[in-house]
């Protein structure tokens, strides 16, 4: 009996030695350029070449020869960037922001340092999955993009940071109306209004906020809750008067017996009201930059229009540019 327990376990002890010869033998290593010493400039010279016939790898292994035989040399602190850059174009992103991190540890006073932390965060953003995915991506982009906005203001990457922010916000916010509309279909109002009141909350500045107060509207009426469905859809109806979110919280009211003071405005009339009148159609009800609520009563007008009589002028409010000036550096 010892003898064929032994046997037994030297027969399991030499399949599973073979089948983790075979996973090795299996497991593809990264080809490396054979040592042989070069001048520096043929070095990069040669990466470089290759970056601009695309491929990518080859550039990375040459420009890593960079590194490897000239480690102290000004042409060295230039092949990380380029390693980075190489990486993030043959799509290898986690590499890609290696790289570019490990660069802004070795040089974080460089002027290149920006470009790095730029690369870093396109990185992040080029993973974004669509709103019905797991947002880690989002959140990590929004971070990085974020940091280049706050380290570098006035630099062309953070021209773009900021616009792609935007994008990023979005994308948050749509997470967050797909969650809630998930909740009221399954007749969680309670639930779906944490959601919506998150976009109103955190992301009021996105193309989702005309929906989410809408839903909320939806939700509250769900609810009973009256008074605060006569509220909502008053910021709704004030902020978006020609929205089509605004005009069927206006029918809902009315089907509720609830009328709503300020009717609809037509669509034409806010699109050529709008501050924006080169905006595209799809963007013909930009959210402001803030929400506003309506007075309450004519009191509440005075105290809110306090400090602008007559000859005084009221202060001048930031406008956003125009979507077609938003240019994207080097595109």
């Known amino acids: 009996m010892r003898l064929k327990t032994s046997t037994v376990v030297a027969v399991f002890a030499a399949v599973a030695a073979a089948?983790?010869?075979?996973?090795?033998?299996?497991?593809?290593?990264?080809?490396?350029?054979?040592?042989?010493?070069?001048p520096v400039d043929q070095l990069y010279a040669t990466g470089a070449a290759r970056l601009d016939q695309r491929r990518w790898q080859e550039a990375v292994d040459y420009f890593e020869e960079v590194e490897r035989q000239h480690p102290y040399s000004e042409w060295s602190r230039r092949a990380i960037l380029m390693t980075a850059y190489a990486y993030y174009e043959g799509n290898q992103y986690e590499d890609a922001i290696a790289a570019a991190e490990r660069f802004i540890q070795l040089y974080p006073g460089s002027p290149s340092a920006a470009y790095a932390y730029y690369l870093k965060a396109i990185c992040h953003f080029e993973q974004i999955m669509d709103v019905q995915r797991d947002q880690g991506s989002t959140q990590n982009a929004l971070a990085a993009l974020t940091d280049v906005a706050r380290r570098y203001p006035t630099s062309d990457y953070a021209a773009d940071a900021r616009v792609k922010i935007d994008m990023v916000n979005d994308q948050l916010a749509?997470?967050?109306?797909?969650?809630?509309?998930?909740?009221?279909?399954?007749?969680?109002?309670?639930?779906?209004?944490?959601?919506?009141?998150?976009?109103?909350?955190?992301?009021?500045?996105?193309s989702h906020t005309p929906e989410a107060l809408y839903r909320l509207v939806e939700a509250y009426l769900t609810l009973g809750l009256v008074e605060e469905a006569k509220r909502n859809a008053a910021v709704l109806g004030h902020n978006f008067p020609g929205d089509r979110w605004y005009q069927d919280a206006f029918?809902?009211?009315?089907?509720?017996?609830?009328?709503?003071?300020?009717?609809?405005?037509?669509?034409?009339?806010?699109?050529?009201?709008?501050?924006?009148?080169?905006?595209?159609?799809?963007?013909?009800?930009?959210?402001?930059?803030?929400?506003?609520?309506?007075?309450?009563?004519?009191?509440?007008?005075?105290?809110?229009?306090?400090?602008?009589a007559e000859g005084a002028q009221p202060a001048e409010q930031p406008r956003r540019r125009p979507w077609w000036k938003r240019i994207i550096p080097g595109q």
Request: contains cysteine; glycine residues 6%; charged residues 25%.
């Open 19 to 38: 089948a983790s010869l075979s996973a090795c033998m299996g497991a593809k290593k990264k080809p490396e350029l054979a040592y042989v010493e070069r």
């Open 174 to 206: 749509g997470k967050e109306m797909a969650v809630g509309r998930w909740y009221l279909r399954q007749n969680q109002p309670l639930a779906a209004i944490g959601r919506f009141k998150s976009v109103i909350d955190k992301h009021q500045t996105t």
């Open 251 to 308: 029918q809902m009211m009315e089907r509720r017996g609830q009328p709503l003071p300020d009717r609809p405005t037509p669509a034409s009339a806010t699109r050529r009201a709008s501050p924006d009148p080169d905006r595209p159609p799809s963007e013909a009800s930009p959210a402001p930059e803030g929400l506003t609520t309506p007075p309450a009563d004519e009191a509440a007008a005075e105290a809110a229009t306090e400090g602008t």
